[in-house]
């Protein structure tokens, strides 16, 4: 009797486990709200994220969908040579953020976090948070911002100061892109931030 409930608390230890290492893409990236319904760990993360870098909820979450799509193990298109022999990467960016590893290093020795992973999406949207906090910092660039938000994270903040995104008309329209969706997810997120916040005291405290 003693083995069955035993191998029964470790099957539901088990399940939790699982569920909180979730790495499945949201069924619904469209909508923040059915996001961080099906995530509540992500929801937790952001709002953390938030506290602590002063990063609001949509703006790393949009440029995040852009990215990587909330794939943990999103990279760059394999390049080839003749259209047949893999030659490697556009970049070594990798995971939910498509962090290159020159700036995941950066945000490392900065934070002292050293065991952060790009796959897991706590330390990568702290990881954005960081970077956007940085980015307000040092190019004056509202952290609500999320226009030219994307094109310091996409260029580096070097090249944003060179303005080398005017010679890329495409990056211009994709960072357009990311400043539609990140207001569209505001509006979503004042819509049910209230529920959010309700249901995740309840979850913690009772």
Not at 149 to 165: C, I, P, V
Request: glycine share 6%; net charge positive; with cysteine.
């Amino acid at each position: 009797m003693k083995s069955k409930l035993s191998l029964a608390a470790g099957l539901i230890v088990g399940i939790f486990l699982l569920s909180g290492c979730a790495t499945s893409p949201p069924s619904n990236p469209e909508n923040i709200c059915s996001i961080f319904e099906e995530n509540r760990d992500w929801y937790e993360a952001a709002i953390d994220t938030r506290e602590k870098w002063g990063a609001p909820v949509h703006v790393p979450m949009a440029i995040m969908y852009q990215e990587s799509s909330f794939k943990h193990n999103a990279a760059p298109p394999m390049q080839y040579f003749l259209w047949i022999i893999p030659v490697g990467r556009a970049s070594d960016a990798w995971g939910y953020s498509q962090a290159k590893t020159v700036s995941w290093d950066e945000y490392i020795d900065e934070t002292g976090n050293w065991f952060a992973d790009r796959e897991d999406f706590d330390d990568a949207i702290d990881f954005m948070g960081w970077y956007i906090h940085k980015t307000s910092r040092v190019n004056k660039v509202s952290k609500w911002d999320a226009y030219h938000q994307y094109l310091n994270y996409h260029e580096g903040r070097t090249g944003y100061r060179r303005k080398s995104y005017n010679k890329k008309p495409w990056l211009l329209k994709v960072a357009r892109k990311v400043d539609n969706r990140a207001k569209r997810y505001s509006q979503q997120y004042w819509g049910c931030k209230d529920e959010l916040s309700r249901n995740w005291f309840m979850r913690t405290f009772f």
